[in-house]
């Protein structure tokens, strides 16, 4: 080979090595991935016994998991549509991502977004674990929702699914009329 074509293939690799350098330092990393959107709730839909919704003091509706089958504590409305609460609650585990966080508890005015008096305040619980949050004012665009995740302390922005799945009357989650009457 040449001295002149080695110098010059020389040249170029050490180019591109440069430029891969300068990739891999300035691209994201998955750290940065999770500072920007987080997984909000990491609880196994099937594990969840009870899901308790309150507006103040007051409870909107109390569901318990038994055996794979749900049922109304508060009101007492009897049987509730599992296939509904399982949807709610799977909607809300795999969709539900931070936006962005606002701060923790003690760093943010909680009456700035709403969580000094919650639309909502949602507990979720399964053995050995729970999960408490409390759903704030909309976004100034109304795409999101501020959430206070009051076991961890922490503010956030997410998306205002939260709402749709459960800032509901109680008989959302009652049978409907035909599933009682099955298949004719």
């Not at 922005?157 to 509901?168: H, I, S």
């Amino acid at each position: 080979m040449n001295l002149k074509v080695s110098i010059a293939l020389l040249g170029v690799a050490l180019a591109l090595g440069g430029v891969t350098v300068y990739l891999v330092q300035t691209s994201a990393k998955p750290a940065d991935f999770d500072q920007t959107e987080k997984t909000l709730f990491r609880f196994t839909v099937s594990r969840v016994d009870r899901v308790v919704v309150r507006k103040g003091l007051d409870v909107v509706y109390e569901l318990q998991n038994r055996n794979g089958e749900w049922s109304f504590i508060q009101p007492p409305f009897g049987a509730a549509d599992s296939a509904k609460v399982v949807r709610a609650l799977s909607e809300l585990r795999l969709s539900a991502t931070a936006e962005s966080e606002l701060g923790t508890t003690g760093q943010v005015a909680l009456e700035k977004y709403g969580l000094m008096k919650p639309r909502i305040e949602v507990a979720i619980q399964s053995p050995g674990e729970s999960t408490t949050f409390a759903v704030g004012d909309a976004t100034p665009t109304k795409d999101g929702v501020y959430l206070h995740l009051l076991d961890l302390k922490r503010i956030v922005k997410t998306q205002k699914t939260v709402l749709a799945e459960f800032d509901v009357p109680a008989d959302h989650f009652k049978p409907s009329a035909d599933a009682a009457v099955g298949p004719k």
